[in-house]
């Protein structure tokens, strides 16, 4: 059983930034990807992120791109989104999940295992 937390969020002034972290535990994957995927209300989950665990190679949604950035500690089996410059549109519940497979997913079905999500909001 894989677990995910998600810790970091909270509120900050437009064009500041922000921290999240994902802890990871519980049984591995031979491979996967781990994604960050964001939710506003009354709007769909939306891809932020992803990460892959063969090669490292990083994806990034449209609207976050040159703004945030995805990593991975493998010694604290932590995913982390560094995101700066937010902007009020940022503001949503923040998940990470992780997938079996070698390549990152933009689609939320293709993920096995999610995390409870954290609040990011950015005021104006």
């Known amino acids: 059983q894989v677990q995910l937390v998600e810790s970091g969020g909270g509120l900050v002034q437009a064009g500041g930034s922000l921290s999240l972290s994902c802890a990871v535990s519980g049984q591995n994957f031979a491979t996967y990807a781990e994604s960050w995927f964001r939710q506003a209300p009354g709007k769909e989950r939306e891809f932020v992120a992803g990460?892959?665990?063969?090669?490292?190679?990083?994806y990034y949604g449209d609207s976050v791109r040159g703004r945030f950035t995805i990593s991975r500690d493998n010694a604290k089996n932590t995913v982390y989104l560094q995101m700066d410059n937010l902007k009020p549109e940022d503001t949503a519940v923040y998940y990470c999940?992780?997938?079996?497979?070698?390549?990152?997913?933009?689609?939320?079905?293709?993920?096995?295992?999610w995390g409870q999500g954290t609040q990011v909001t950015v005021s104006s």
């Open positions: 990460i892959t665990s063969r090669q490292g190679m990083k």
């Open positions: 999940a992780k997938k079996t497979g070698v390549v990152v997913s933009r689609q939320p079905p293709d993920y096995r295992n």
